[in-house]
T-cell receptor, first 114, second 117 residues
Framework: DQQVKQNSPSLSVQEGRISILNCDYTNSMFDYFLWYKKYPAEGPTFLISISSIKDKNEDGRFTVFLNKSAKHLSLHIVPSQPGDSAVYFCAASGSGGGADGLTFGKGTHLIIQP | GAGVSQSPSNKVTEKGKDVELRCDPISGHTALYWYRQSLGQGLEFLIYFQGNSAPDKSGLPSDRFSAERTGGSVSTLTIQRTQQEDSAVYLC???????????????FGPGTRLLVL
């Protein structure tokens, strides 16, 4: 039973446009959410996070939105650049303390087209 | 500074053999995590260490899997009598400290690609 779902395996966006990656979760105990970016043959790289006490967090071109009532979060990248092409993983953390493992979605492969 | 490192980067083994995977966390990081990613899947949490102790081992897939950490630094993940379904990328991550209620970012290594023939 997947607790974190990324329903789009892939997404193609034109360079300069906005990329929107979506993530849904089912466990209401999750209170911290992260986005990771992964290139082939590399480990995931942390991008941005959000606590459940917020509904938006922004860092440069990256903004994460959290809708707790809908159990939905999204990552916006604007403007999209060729180097953004990668697999993006949504991850969530529960209330087991700071050391609990992250629960990941299966990832969305973002392709930025020139 | 140096990130999380893992060795070997690739491992091919025969079914039934034992393998040992190594993780060197970021210096000073207290918490260490093991995950695996099977083909087409997301990352699956296996186990974490707070210092040298692993409070919860229930995420390990079977009793063929074990992990240890010594000196609060290097960790090894051992898979005994490997099976073909163990083929995956095994990822290690670390974070500065693990305090109840405190949320931290986990920093990942490049992974070990294990193929069991």
């Amino acid at each position: 039973d997947q607790q974190v779902k990324q329903n789009s395996p892939s997404l193609s966006v034109q360079e300069g446009r906005i990329s929107i990656l979506n993530c849904d979760y089912t466990n209401s105990m999750f209170d911290y959410f992260l986005w990771y970016k992964k290139y082939p043959a590399e480990g995931p790289t942390f991008l941005i996070s959000i606590s459940s006490i917020k509904d938006k967090n922004e860092d440069g071109r990256f903004t994460v939105f959290l809708n707790k009532s809908a159990k939905h979060l999204s990552l916006h990248i604007v403007p999209s650049q060729p180097g953004d092409s990668a697999v993006y993983f949504c991850a969530a953390s529960g209330s087991g303390g700071g050391a609990d493992g992250l629960t990941f979605g299966k990832g969305t492969h973002l392709i930025i087209q020139p | 500074g140096a990130g999380v490192s893992q060795s070997p980067s690739n491992k091919v083994t025969e079914k039934g053999k034992d393998v040992e995977l190594r993780c060197d966390p970021i210096s000073g990081h207290t918490a260490l995590y093991w995950y695996r990613q099977s083909l087409g899947q997301g990352l699956e949490f296996l186990i974490y260490f707070q210092g040298n102790s692993a409070p919860d081992k229930s995420g390990l897939p079977s009793d063929r899997f074990s992990a240890e950490r010594t000196g609060g630094s290097v960790s090894t993940l051992t898979i005994q009598r490997t099976q073909q379904e163990d083929s995956a990328v095994y990822l290690c991550a670390s974070s500065p400290m693990a305090v109840a209620g405190w949320r931290e970012t986990q920093y990942f290594g490049p992974g070990t690609r294990l193929l069991v023939l």
